[in-house]
């Protein structure tokens, strides 16, 4: 079948398999989509993954879907990069940022996260592409472009509501204090490195650096 452009006589070839699937619009769409369906994915296997701390996780992890819906409907300008190209900066931020971390943490550094843990494969996945990847497109990629004009004032929100979000999630065994104040300096962190890298690789470096972290807290230690 073709499809026409208005001009009689001319047509336009409808595009094969190949060029949607490399499609631009495809292509800045692929990631908050793998993300989704994982979330559902974990949403499903949940309770057989992380057996003893899913009651607590099964709502924030719809949460985060909430999280990744927000940020494509309200802040489309953070999804402009090729998928590619973030997971790029996200591969070779994140390699960095667990090496630097696990030297960190090697050194005694340790702190009770409340992350779900299970085997290695699903936890790692779970950190990457439903934790790391909805927090960085909601708080950064949404929440930082909230200031505008003033991109300190985004910076300090997405921090502060980052901070209490996790507050309120990584306390399964009560209020974690310490999470709440590592997020908020994470969250500064964070933000401002977004701004100054969002124009060539969109949430990929601190999509990575904070998955870095994430999967450093959970496999760096030197025990």
């Given at each position: ?153 985004g910076v300090l929100l997405s921090a502060i509501l980052f901070s ?11 209020l974690n204090f310490m999470a709440f104040a590592v997020a908020f ?14 124009e060539w690789a969109s949430i990929g470096v601190v999509w990575g ?15």
């Amino acid at each position: 079948m073709s499809i026409f452009d208005g001009e009689p006589g001319r047509r336009i070839p409808s595009l094969g398999f190949t060029e949607q699937f490399l499609s631009p619009t495809l292509q800045k769409a692929a990631l908050p989509v793998v993300s989704l369906v994982l979330i559902m994915f974990f949403i499903i296997q949940g309770p057989l993954i992380f057996p003893t701390q899913w009651v607590h996780w099964e709502t924030i992890t719809i949460i985060f879907a909430m999280m990744v819906l927000t940020s494509i409907l309200l802040s489309p300008l953070a999804f402009q990069t090729p998928a590619w190209k973030v997971f790029v900066w996200f591969a070779i931020a994140g390699a960095g940022a667990f090496i630097l971390f696990k030297i960190l943490f090697g050194g005694g550094f340790r702190y009770d996260t409340g992350f779900p843990i299970g085997d290695l494969l699903p936890t790692a996945v779970f950190q990457i592409f439903v934790i790391t990847y909805s927090e960085e497109a909601f708080f950064r990629g949404f929440l930082t472009d909230v200031g505008k004009g003033r991109p300190g004032v985004g910076v300090l929100l997405s921090a502060i509501l980052f901070s209490v979000f996790h507050l309120a999630a990584y306390s399964g065994a009560g209020l974690n204090f310490m999470a709440f104040a590592v997020a908020f300096v994470m969250g500064l962190a964070l933000g401002f490195v977004y701004l100054a890298t969002r124009e060539w690789a969109s949430i990929g470096v601190v999509w990575g650096i904070h998955a870095g972290w994430n999967l450093a807290l959970l496999f760096g230690g030197s025990g």
